[in-house]
């Protein structure tokens, strides 16, 4: 997978058996949950909620990038709230997300210059982008 120009840096692996009533482990015994579906009571929690936080830690990684690049000091109580939905359409099913970004105390059009950023280099909304209906909302 790896290009001439780029190197990878790291590689998750897990093992998930079930499907979404399963269970997931990682190799290295840091994520050992158990799976249920989506507004379940089962116990565990499911691929969406998983992605929602995953996307989320990355796009504030993200935006410590972009700011910095703008020289722009982030604030320490900023977070991204992400949303994930699964749809069910002609289709078949797909994903659609919000994520809503508060930036306390940053100019909104510097906070926009910002997000946008962050949503150029963030490997989430990269991975992503052209496939999931996604909003990027200053909050």
């Not at 790291?10 to 290295?28: F, L, P």
């Not at 995953?54 to 991204?80: H, M, Q, R, T």
């Amino acid at each position: 997978m790896e290009t001439n120009n780029s190197k990878v840096l790291y590689t998750a692996v897990t093992h998930t058996t079930g499907g979404r009533t399963g269970e997931s482990r990682s190799s290295d015994g840091k994520l050992d949950i158990k799976l249920s579906s989506p507004g379940s009571t089962g116990p565990g929690t499911n691929p969406e909620q998983l992605f929602a936080a995953g996307w989320s830690a990355c796009f504030i990684g993200a935006i410590g990038k972009a700011a910095a690049n703008l020289n722009v000091k982030v604030p320490a109580d900023l977070y991204v709230s992400t949303e994930i939905d699964l749809v069910s359409g002609d289709d078949g099913y797909s994903l659609q997300a919000r994520l809503n970004i508060s930036l306390p105390g940053i100019d909104p059009e510097v906070a926009k210059a910002i997000i946008q950023g962050a949503s150029e280099t963030c490997p989430y909304s990269k991975a992503i982008k052209g496939n999931v209906k996604t909003e990027y909302n200053l909050i």
